[in-house]
């Protein structure tokens, strides 16, 4: 049986929506994207929602609207994707990485602190896999050293921990809904903040520092715009906008169908010694599902699980081991240990809501034969 690796759930209601976007009069940033801004904030429940063309064009756009630059150093994680540090690195400013906790592969709070000097700007946590990052721990410590707080919350829409959902503590938390994430249109971001000046700054910034919005400019009256400061291209427009509102109201049904999966993937690996699975903190969105093996393996039941037909992916190697990162701040693979370790063992597996039991069952099948070849 071949199992994929992900599959979307846009079902006709999300086609219809689009079309109809489609048949309007205009294709770019306008009544729809201010409609699914306003949806994605009652769902958050933080006050501004700014929809931007990816999840690294939120975070770079937030901190470049917060004043991140130049001679400045931005705490993040190695264990993440790439573009966490790329964000920074494109403000201008120094990315320092932290090592994880290898429980949870999430940044650990109390390695922070002594990565602060007096360049240090802000801290980029991520919520990898879903797992809020511990949000107390990282208020306290941007509150003691006046560091703004930005929150990668790529995997994280349906996250909570400690009574706390991302954005609601922080400067601002980015979201992606990238092919493969929980709330998806193919490409799209967004940045959520409770920040009113913030968001506005942002929405200048996301379409050329203009001083008024492509969609004002075309409805109604022609009025003169002005450029009020150097912005990007990163605005979202309708079309996708029309994809992703009608998907809301499914999160929570599909969270829980994650949920289950979860559950049973967990079940069903019970008692294999060598595979263990990360732990969760909080209530986990459930974005990706790793099983970690010992690293001599991991290679081997990658290349076994795709000659079985099962897509799989690593999520992710560690980004200082990865040639730009060691060529450019001359990282060494021990420098952050940790997560090397932890970026070594890990391996995803397909889940997704539409995963069927008979396809989890593949999987598992597959992943217990697979390590049953390895010579003892
Ligand atoms: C997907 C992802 C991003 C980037 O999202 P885009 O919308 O593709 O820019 C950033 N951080 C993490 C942790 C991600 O998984």
Redesign the pocket.
């Known amino acids: 049986m071949k199992v994929e690796f992900y599959k979307h759930s846009l079902i006709d209601e999300d086609i219809q929506n689009t079309v109809k976007a489609l048949r309007s009069l205009f294709l770019t940033t306008g009544p729809v994207c201010a409609e699914f801004e306003n949806r994605f904030s009652s769902f958050t429940g933080v006050e501004h929602t700014v929809a931007l063309?990816?999840?690294?064009?939120?975070?770079q756009l937030t901190l470049e609207a917060l004043g991140v630059g130049p001679g400045n150093e931005v705490i993040t994680t190695p264990m993440?994707?790439?573009?966490?540090a790329t964000?920074i690195i494109h403000t201008g400013a120094k990315p320092v990485l932290v090592d994880i906790e290898p429980e949870t592969g999430l940044i650990d709070p109390d390695l922070v602190e002594s990565a602060i000097t007096p360049k240090t700007k802000a801290i980029v946590p991520?919520?990898?896999y879903g797992t809020m990052a511990d949000m107390k721990a990282f208020r306290s410590i941007a509150d003691r050293h006046g560091l703004f707080l930005v929150e990668?919350a790529?995997?994280c829409i349906e996250g909570e921990r400690d009574g706390i959902r991302p954005g609601q503590i922080s400067d601002a938390a980015?979201?992606?809904?990238?092919?493969?994430?929980n709330l998806t249109c193919g490409?799209?971001?967004a940045l959520a903040t409770n920040n009113r000046t913030l968001a506005e700054k942002v929405r200048t910034l996301r379409q050329h520092g203009m001083s008024n919005e492509a969609s004002d400019r075309y409805h109604g009256l022609y009025q003169h715009w002005d450029m009020v400061d150097l912005g990007w291209k990163y605005n979202f427009n309708d079309i996708l906008a029309a994809l992703l509102i009608t998907q809301m109201a499914r999160l929570r049904f599909y969270w829980e169908k994650r949920q289950r999966l979860y559950s049973k993937y967990c079940e069903l690996f019970e008692g294999i010694d060598i595979l263990t699975i990360p732990e969760l903190r909080g209530k986990s969105a459930h974005?990706l599902f790793t099983i970690h093996v010992p690293s001599r393996l991991r290679d081997f039941l990658v290349r076994y699980l795709g000659e079985e037909r099962i897509g799989v992916a690593v999520?992710?190697r560690a980004i200082h081991t990865l040639t730009w990162f060691k060529k450019t701040f001359g990282f060494q693979a021990n420098d952050f240990p940790k997560a090397k370790a932890f970026g070594d063992r890990t391996i995803s597996l397909p889940f997704y809501p539409n995963l069927q039991g008979e396809e989890l069952n593949a999987v598992v099948a597959a992943v217990i034969g697979g390590l049953n070849q390895i010579p003892k």
Do not use: M, R
């Open positions: 063309s990816s999840c690294t064009a939120a975070i993440t994707f790439i573009a966490t964000a991520v919520h990898l990668d790529a995997h980015c979201y992606s809904f990238y092919a493969t994430k490409e799209g971001g974005h999520n992710y």
